[in-house]
C-alpha cells in the first residue's frame, strides 16, 4: 500500500478519534442536558442513555485503533502474521459490544413507554435509529467474521507458498 495513503488513513483515523472525544466529552452530555431542560420527564433515562452513548463511541474508537495497527502491520509488510488476528478480534468484539449496547437501546426503547412530548414521534424516530444501528452493527461483525476468515486462508496460503520457495 503506497505510504501516501496509509499517512492519509491514520490522519482520518485521528480526525474520527478526536472527534468522538469531543462527542464523548461535550456533545452527548449537552444534548442530553438540553433535552432534560426542554422535557424534564426525560430526567431518568439521561444518564443511562449518555453512559450507553459515550460506550457505543468508545467501540468506535477502540475498533478504529486496531484498524491503526493492522495499517502499521500493512506498511511493515507483516499483515499476514498471527498478530494481525488480534487486532481483526478487536474489531470484531468492539462491533459485538457496540451492537448489543444498540439492541439493549432498542429493547428498552421498545418497552419503557418513555413519555415524550407532542405526538411521540421522538421516541418513534428514536427506536428506529437504534433498530438501524442493530442491523448495521450485525452486519459489520458478520462482514468482518468473513474477513477474517479470508485473512486466515491468505496467512495459510502465504506460508504454504514460504515453504515453497
Known amino acids: 500500500m503506497h505510504r501516501l495513503f496509509i499517512v ?10 478526536m472527534a ?13 442536558a438540553d433535552e432534560v431542560d426542554r ?7 439521561a444518564t443511562p442513555y449518555v453512559t450507553v452513548a459515550i460506550l457505543g ?30 487486532w481483526v478480534d478487536t474489531i470484531i468484539a468492539s462491533s459485538v459490544v457496540a451492537t448489543l449496547l444498540a439492541l439493549g437501546v432498542t429493547g428498552h426503547l421498545a418497552l419503557a ?3 415524550t412530548p407532542d405526538d ?11 433498530m438501524v444501528s442493530v442491523g ?22 502465504q506460508a504454504e507458498m514460504a515453504e515453497v520457495v
Open 120 to 130: 411521540g414521534m421522538e421516541a418513534i424516530g428514536a427506536l428506529g435509529a437504534a
Open 57 to 86: 463511541v468508545a467501540c468506535v474508537q477502540v475498533a478504529l485503533v486496531a484498524v491503526w495497527m493492522l495499517l502499521a502491520m500493512v506498511r511493515r509488510g507483516a499483515i499476514f502474521t498471527p498478530l494481525a488476528f488480534r
Open 8 to 17: 492519509a488513513l491514520r490522519a482520518g483515523i485521528v480526525a474520527a478519534i
Open 20 to 32: 468522538g472525544l469531543f462527542g464523548q466529552i461535550v456533545v452527548i452530555p449537552t444534548t442530553a
Open 136 to 157: 448495521v452493527g450485525a452486519a459489520f461483525a458478520m462482514l468482518m467474521v468473513i474477513m477474517r476468515s479470508l485473512l486466515r486462508k491468505a496467512t495459510d496460503l
Open 113 to 115: 413507554g418513555i413519555p
Open 39 to 45: 422535557f424534564p420527564p426525560y430526567a431518568p433515562f
